[in-house]
């Protein structure tokens, strides 16, 4: 592609990393390949990589295998949100597609984005199929959270009631896993972003460090008038949560910080309030149950490490940040 500024760009690929060079390069291995598929008019595509202060030499391997990409090696961890938009800031295509570094495009999966996009005017954000790296399907497609769904999602509740209505109706099982429809919002793992959604609403909030950051962008979305599909033909392979599970403390703090943001901003403070002190009296009744558990000796090692990154989250107060 030309380096001219005139030449014009269809897709600017965005991908932030941190620590994860091998996964990388395999994503970036897949990109190439669906550049290179046969095609009517091949896609002119650029490809940004934000590296998040990696200590993996990521930053060396992107320069010497992959001297197209544009890198932009930040000297600190800046987050998921803050590290997009300093690519969505620079990014020149018609069209923007996020792509988490632990994803492979499975054949097809950007023709299939990129052609459904141009069909369909009033589609601004697409979600494809993700699956697992055993070849699962990976549940990728959401409606807006409610209370109920906030005090269930990923806490001790979940596990005493998976099957509780509010939780299945908020990760949409009541639909097919291969049927094309209309959705509140898509996980961010891969999110392809029709560039007037951005210049209509902007980049993501940065008070989200990570995790709710897409959900937030959607909904802004939605609101602005724009519809969002999942697109089951378009699928990308997710070996999820390889950056964010080299710290668990910190994981559990930022989801659920990032989740009391988002109720905070659309619900208020009374309701934000509630929310985290309830998440606060589930960490602190785990750190209970982790504690007896030890004292009767059962795998000492692991409830220690358990209580440990538990006091660590109630030391936050899960109090979100601000940008």
């Known amino acids: 592609m030309s380096s001219s500024a005139q030449t014009r760009v269809d897709l600017s690929l965005v991908i932030v990393s941190w620590n994860v060079r091998d996964l990388l390069r395999r994503c970036l291995q897949t990109v190439q390949r669906e550049q290179a598929l046969p095609g009517d008019a091949p896609l002119a595509v650029e490809i940004l990589v934000v590296d998040n202060a990696s200590g993996d030499g990521t930053v060396a391997m992107v ?65 494809p199929q993700l699956f697992y790296g055993d070849g699962t399907h990976q549940s990728s497609r959401r409606r807006f959270p409610t209370l109920a769904t906030a005090f269930l999602e990923s806490t001790r509740l979940q596990q005493w009631f998976p099957r509780h209505r509010a939780l299945l109706r908020y990760a949409m099982r009541d639909t097919r896993d291969d049927e094309t429809q209309a959705v509140d919002w898509i996980t961010g793992a891969a999110m392809f972003v029709r560039r007037a959604v951005y210049d209509q609403v902007g980049g993501f909030d940065e008070a989200f460090f990570m995790y709710s950051e897409e959900l937030d962008w959607c909904y802004r979305a939605k609101r602005a008038g724009w519809e969002i599909v999942y697109l089951p033909r378009a699928r990308v392979t997710h070996y999820e949560g390889k950056s964010s599970e080299q710290a668990a403390a910190a994981r559990d703090i930022h989801f659920h910080t990032s989740k009391i943001r988002f109720f905070r901003k659309y619900h208020g403070v009374f309701v934000a309030e509630i929310l985290r002190a309830f998440l606060l009296g589930m960490f602190a009744f785990q750190i209970a149950e982790e504690g007896a558990k030890w004292l009767f000796g059962h795998k000492r090692a692991l409830r220690a490490q358990r209580i440990g990154a538990y006091r660590q989250v109630l030391a936050s107060g899960l109090r979100p940040r601000q940008p």
Do not use: S
């Not at 923007?96 to 009033?122: C, I, S, V």
């Open 63 to 127: 320069r010497a295998e992959f001297p197209a990409v544009r890198v932009i090696a930040n000297v600190e961890n800046l987050g998921f949100t803050r590290a997009n938009n300093q690519a969505l800031a620079i990014a020149q295509g018609r069209y923007l597609f996020l792509l988490n570094p632990d994803t492979e495009l499975q054949p097809g999966a950007l023709a299939t984005l990129y052609a459904y996009a141009e069909a369909h005017p009033r589609v601004g954000i697409l979600g």
